[in-house]
C-alpha cells in the first residue's frame, strides 16, 4: 500500500506518510505501544522515521527509547530506513544548550548519536532559524557534520523564506545542498503554498509537511467538545483549547462530510489533501496509538481529488487558519 516519492532532485526515496516521534514516545508514554507502532510502521513500508533531541518528554528520551527499539528489534534492517533527527530548541540549561550554534550543534549530534545507538544519521536538520547565530555559522557546521560522517543529507526546519534562502544558496555552493525542508501544513496552515514550496522546488529540495492533523482538530476527535484525554486538555502543550474555536469545528464538521462521501475518515481526508501537491514529498504523522496509525495509512487509498471536489474545500476553508 505504501507509496514513495523521490526527494527533491536526489536519489533517495521518501514514504508518502513518515512516522514522528514529537509525542507519544517519550518515557512518560507506554513503551509497548511505541515499539507497537514502530514495528506496524516498519511492516506497512514506511521506512522513514523522524526524531529530535528534545523529543520526548523528557527531552531525548524519544531518541533512546527509538534506539532501544531499533536495536531490540530491528537492527538487522537498518539500511532498509532513513532515520532522522534535529538539533534548534532547549535541550539543556546554560549558554550551549539553544540555538543553532556550530558548539550546540556539534554537541547534539554527538549526543543524539549516543542517545538511538547509531553510526549516523540518515538526515540531520537545523530545527530551527536562530536570529541570534548567524545561517554561515550554522550551515557550515552542518556541512561539517556530513563531511564528518555523522549524517548523509543536511534538512533545514522552519526557516522563514529569507533566511530558508540564503541557507540552502550556502549549502548548494559547497556541495552539501538541502536534502529537505520540513515544516506545517494542514488545511488550516497553507503557509508553504505561498513561499517555502516555491523555493524548495527552486533550489531541488524535498518538502515534508508536518502536523497535516493541526494537532488532532482535523479529525472527529473535537466536534463533540474536548475530550479529558486530548492535547487540547492538558495545562501545557502545543495545541491550548483556546485554539479550538467554534468556527474551526465548524469548519472540521463540512469536511466531515465530504470524508463520508468519499468512504474517508476525516484525518484520511485531512492527509489525502496535503497530499494532492507533488511538491510535498511525505506527511510525518505523530499516531498516538496503533489504531489512529492504521487510519492514517489509510489515507494512501485514496488521494485523487475532483476538482469540484478541491474547490468545495477551499470554500469550505476560507477563513481558517491555526
Not at 11 to 36: C, M
Request: charged residues 25%; glycine residues 8%; aromatic residues 10%.
Amino acid at each position: 500500500m505504501m507509496r514513495y516519492s523521490y526527494c527533491g532532485n536526489s536519489g533517495v526515496q521518501l514514504p508518502k506518510i513518515s512516522l514522528g516521534f514529537w509525542h507519544n514516545f517519550g518515557f512518560v508514554d507506554d513503551y509497548e505501544t511505541a515499539r507497537e507502532m514502530v514495528m506496524y510502521a516498519f511492516d506497512q513500508g514506511v521506512t522513514h522515521f523522524d526524531l529530535a533531541n528534545n523529543y520526548g518528554p523528557p527531552p531525548g528520551s524519544a531518541e533512546s527509547n527509538f534506539g532501544k527499539i531499533l536495536k531490540e528489534n530491528l537492527s538487522s534492517h537498518r539500511d532498509e530506513m532513513i532515520i532522522s533527527s534535529k538539533a534548534g530548541h532547549l535541550m539543556w540549561e546554560g549558554p550551549y544548550g539553544d540555538g543553532s550554534s556550530r558548539k550546540y550543534l556539534m554537541a547534539s549530534i554527538n549526543q543524539s548519536l549516543k542517545r538511538t545507538g547509531l553510526e549516523y544519521f540518515d538526515i540531520f536538520y537545523s530545527h530551527r532559524y536562530d536570529p541570534n547565530t548567524p545561517v554561515e555559522e550554522t550551515m557550515q557546521a552542518l556541512v561539517d557534520i556530513v563531511r564528518q560522517g555523522k549524517a548523509l543529507y543536511i534538512g533545514l526546519s522552519k526557516y522563514p523564506p529569507l533566511q530558508a534562502r540564503i541557507a540552502m544558496s550556502y549549502l548548494k555552493e559547497r556541495d552539501v545542498p538541502s536534502l529537505i525542508f520540513q515544516d506545517k501544513y494542514s488545511m488550516f496552515n497553507r503557509q508553504p503554498e505561498k513561499d517555502i514550496l516555491g523555493i524548495t522546488r527552486e533550489f531541488g529540495s524535498g518538502f515534508i509537511g508536518f502536523s497535516p492533523l493541526a494537532q488532532g482538530i482535523l479529525t472527529d476527535k473535537y466536534l463533540q467538545g474536548i475530550p479529558a484525554d486530548s492535547r487540547a486538555a492538558k495545562p501545557t502543550g502545543f495545541l491550548q483549547r483556546g485554539q479550538v474555536t467554534s468556527l474551526l469545528v465548524e469548519k472540521v464538521r463540512q469536511l466531515s462530510v465530504m470524508a463520508e462521501q468519499r468512504g474517508q475518515t476525516m484525518a484520511e481526508l485531512a492527509l489525502a489533501w496535503a497530499l494532492r501537491d507533488d511538491r510535498v514529498t511525505s506527511l510525518i504523522v505523530g499516531a498516538r496509538n496503533l489504531e489512529q496509525l492504521k487510519d492514517n495509512l489509510k489515507a494512501l487509498q485514496k488521494t485523487s481529488f475532483s476538482i469540484e471536489e478541491l474547490e468545495r474545500i477551499d470554500t469550505i476553508l476560507d477563513g481558517a487558519t491555526l
